[in-house]
């Protein structure tokens, strides 16, 4: 279980209401994993239902919040109890995730939301993920720049953060409370600290040596890093969030904070300046939509890189997964090679609206699904030949959803690309720097995913509602890089098709194409159909998990007003689903 134990007299009243008030009505996830594969993960004799119905549904009537972090998800709650809506109690998500998932995702980040506006019954994008940094030479991603491959992850991978600009944006356009309220929650959390989990700590001792020294010397004790049970304390990422709560996010984007990583910037020799960070908006884009068994599926539009997942589901659209079988040998792997094909449509057609904008009126046609699937050999995997190199998998990435009592909805994913970005923290904030470009695909030169100066960066999160009768149903999404595209139509199917709750649709095993031509199989799906795949001539790796998925639905009485919310977190993670009575 995930310690809530802190000092902080606000998040000790929130953890000790999150107890008596929401206990009944939450969902806690086991145990975290205590190495690559600690994990005391489901076997794979442990079936989606099994664990679905074992744990204690999360159940509100005035919202509900589910994050990867049990004191995000009470910081949330916190907002919406205070009067706030949905969209305030995003805010103080993301911020409190910052806190105590640093490695995750933060200030120093991007990410994409998607939200349902119940006033206006509209779904919008709302894109943090910036543009790519006007001063980006793409040759030096590649061979023969000396350490090209170290640039992919180091400061000239680091692209203009845009998470506080969208957060701002997010506020003024929608949110009900005052802007400085919303940190509060994140500002105790990290002033007076909290404790990691056993999960913090493996993940804190893969990448400790690589910090600088300012970071090693609060995230470590004795020069090693802090063990499961010890307390972090972040002073200068609650000064950074009080700045950001007095003076907007004009301080990161050009303001103090914004000089000190100009600063690192030009120490370390990255592309990222003080301008990129001044010029940067964070933009609203319509959603895309298909229609699926009669549900109108959105997602994020280009220039998001989403779109792949709705090719998914359209081509699945063309099978019957349940005369299939749930997880059977036969679905996983018609699953597996059109995953392949919508692997291949993302290098084929992924580009900056503004430059080379996807076709997805051909993309999300029937007509075209259905060629797809015509050519899927039922008996044998087709070898992947891409149409160009690509990027890697990170699990290293956040999720979740918020929805109020108004019928507002939220589905964020934000990340800091891989594990604690590019590990350069500005003295002084607290703030890691991402590492978006590493991300990017830099063969063959000048492809639309290259990091193209100036240009969108192409993120690849894929959050989700679902609407039906018009109104919001289900909002979720999930971390997991190229994986996320893959993850969220599987647990789209669990629940349209095979018609399982939310826990059970979560818990379900997951497959996955990954790079070269690998189908990724989680040890919680049988040994038999493991197998049977490697028959049927699929490479197999079996992993441990494949994402951290979050998760909310929404019902409505006769005025066609909110009346119930469920929510789930991952088994995967250690995230907490919690609803307002």
Request: hydrophobic residues 45%.
């Amino acid at each position: 279980m995930v310690s809530t134990r802190v000092s902080s007299s606000w998040v000790s009243f929130v953890c000790l209401s999150l107890v008596a008030v929401f206990l009944p009505a939450c969902q806690q996830a086991g145990p975290a994993p205590e190495g690559a594969s600690e994990a005391p993960l489901p076997t794979a004799s442990a079936s989606a239902e099994v664990a679905g119905e074992a744990r204690a549904r999360a159940t509100g009537t005035q919202g509900m919040v589910s994050s990867a972090h049990p004191l995000a998800t009470a910081a949330g709650l916190e907002i919406l109890r205070a009067g706030g809506n949905a969209f305030d109690a995003a805010i103080a998500v993301a911020a409190c995730l910052n806190v105590v998932e640093p490695m995750m995702s933060g200030m120093g980040g991007y990410g994409t939301t998607l939200i349902y506006v119940a006033a206006d019954r509209e779904v919008r994008f709302l894109n943090s993920s910036g543009r790519i940094p006007a001063g980006v030479d793409s040759d030096a991603y590649r061979a023969p720049t000396p350490n090209h491959l170290e640039n992919r992850r180091g400061a000239k991978a680091v692209a203009t953060p845009g998470n506080a600009r969208a957060w701002e944006v997010l506020s003024k356009t929608y949110g009900s409370l005052p802007w400085s309220s919303l940190f509060a929650p994140a500002i105790a959390a990290a002033d007076d600290g909290f404790e990691i989990d056993q999960r913090f700590a493996f993940l804190l001792g893969l990448a400790f040596d690589s910090f600088p020294e300012h970071a090693r010397a609060f995230y470590g004790r004795d020069g090693a890093p802090l063990e499961a049970g010890a307390d972090l304390v972040q002073k200068d990422l609650a000064r950074s969030f009080r700045l950001l709560a007095e003076h907007g996010a004009n301080v990161v984007h050009g303001g103090e904070i914004g000089v000190a990583i100009d600063q690192a910037m030009q120490v370390a020799g990255g592309f990222l300046a003080l301008t990129d960070l001044a010029d940067n908006e964070a933009e609203w884009w319509p959603s895309i939509a298909i229609r699926y068994r009669g549900y109108e599926v959105h997602t994020a539009a280009p220039p998001a890189n989403s779109f792949p997942a709705l090719v998914r589901l359209g081509m699945m659209s063309q099978l019957d997964p349940v005369a299939l079988g749930h997880n059977t040998p036969a679905f996983l792997h018609r699953f597996a090679e059109l995953t392949k094909h919508a692997f291949w449509t993302r290098l084929r057609y992924a580009g900056d609206p503004e430059v080379a904008p996807p076709p997805l009126e051909l993309l999300l046609s029937e007509e075209y699904w259905r060629e797809q699937v015509a050519v899927i050999d039922p008996e044998r995997a087709t070898p992947f030949e891409p149409p160009t190199a690509f990027g890697e998998t990170s699990q290293n990435t956040t999720h979740f959803v918020v929805a109020d009592g108004l019928g507002n909805v939220v589905s964020s994913t934000q990340t800091l690309g891989n594990l604690f970005g590019s590990r350069i923290m500005p003295e002084g904030t607290g703030i890691w720097l991402n590492n978006s470009l590493a991300y990017s695909t830099f063969e063959p030169p000048g492809n639309p995913m290259d990091a193209h100066p100036g240009r969108h960066k192409l993120s690849g999160d894929v959050p989700v509602i679902v609407l039906r009768d018009e109104r919001p149903w289900i909002a979720l999404g999930t971390p997991g890089g190229h994986t996320i595209g893959q993850t969220v139509p599987q647990m789209l199917i669990n629940l349209l098709d095979f018609e399982m709750n939310l826990d059970q649709a979560l818990a379900a095993g997951r497959v996955s194409f990954i790079e070269p031509d690998q189908l990724a199989v989680e040890r919680r799906i049988d040994e038999d159909t493991q197998e049977a795949l490697r028959q049927l001539g699929h490479d197999v790796r079996l992993v441990d998990s494949l994402g951290n998925a979050h998760a909310l639905s929404v019902t409505y009485g006769e005025d066609g007003q909110p009346v119930a919310f469920y929510g789930a977190a991952d088994d995967r993670g250690t995230g907490l689903a919690a609803g307002l009575p």
